[in-house]
T-cell receptor, first 114, second 112 residues
């Protein structure tokens, strides 16, 4: 158990819909990272927040957005969902703001868009 | 464009054999991490290498960062069934906009 929690574990929704994925980092960690893992694209970095502020941005689509709240939990919002958005979404947390810090990954949310 | 290529993509070996996984790029990385991921779980960090030429050992696993910080290798000695999993390298590159990229992955299966 990494100490990172993600909800829900599974999510099935239809195209065009909007969903919110939630992540609670390990106690004391200030950074939250979001990743998407699909069979054809592998593991892709989406976005990082550090202590409430956006720190780094990866291959995140404009239909996707994220935020980190004062209690440091984070939410990833996916809108206008397409079939290709079906994937595993992981969040990870680390104590510091740089990628050289050890990242602890949550168990993931499996999103299926039908 | 995938900047971190791993080879081989798949590897099936017998318990006790040695193996090497490679992670190659044309870009320079400020640091590079190796992860192992098991089905249905998130990746678990194995090691971070920062200095060109650096070698780190973790029990039967040896990690090396290339002198030019463009490539890395993971060597496993006397593989065990518990080593089975997806091995991923990942790193941050500052060529252009900062990016954190995962490699294409090597799926290892160790047979008892």
């Amino acid at each position: 158990d990494s100490g990172v929690t993600q909800t829900p574990k599974h999510l099935i929704t239809a195209t065009g819909q909007r969903v919110t994925l939630r992540c609670s980092p390990r106690s004391g960690d200030l950074s939250v990272y979001w990743y998407q893992q699909s069979l054809d694209q592998g593991l892709q970095f989406l976005i990082q927040y550090y202590n409430g502020e956006e720190r780094a941005k990866g291959n995140i689509l404009e239909r996707f957005s994220a935020q980190q709240f004062p209690d440091l939990h984070s939410e990833l919002n996916l809108s206008s969902l397409e079939l290709g958005d079906s994937a595993l979404y992981f969040c990870a947390s680390s104590p510091g703001g740089g990628f050289s810090y050890e990242q602890y990954f949550g168990p993931g949310t499996r999103l299926t868009v039908t | 464009t995938q900047l971190l290529e791993q080879s081989p993509q798949f590897l099936s070996i017998q318990e006790g054999e040695n193996l090497t996984v490679y992670c190659n790029s044309s870009s320079v990385f400020s640091s590079l991490q190796w992860y192992r991921q098991e089905p249905g779980e998130g990746p678990v960090l194995l090691v971070t290498v920062v200095t060109g030429g650096e070698v780190k050992k973790l029990k039967r696993l040896t990690f090396q960062f290339g002198d030019a910080r463009k490539d890395s290798s993971l060597h496993i000695t006397a593989a065990q069934p518990g080593d089975t999993g997806l091995y991923l390298c990942a790193g941050g590159t500052t060529s252009g906009t900062y990016k954190y990229i995962f490699g294409t992955g090597t799926r290892l299966k160790v047979l008892a």
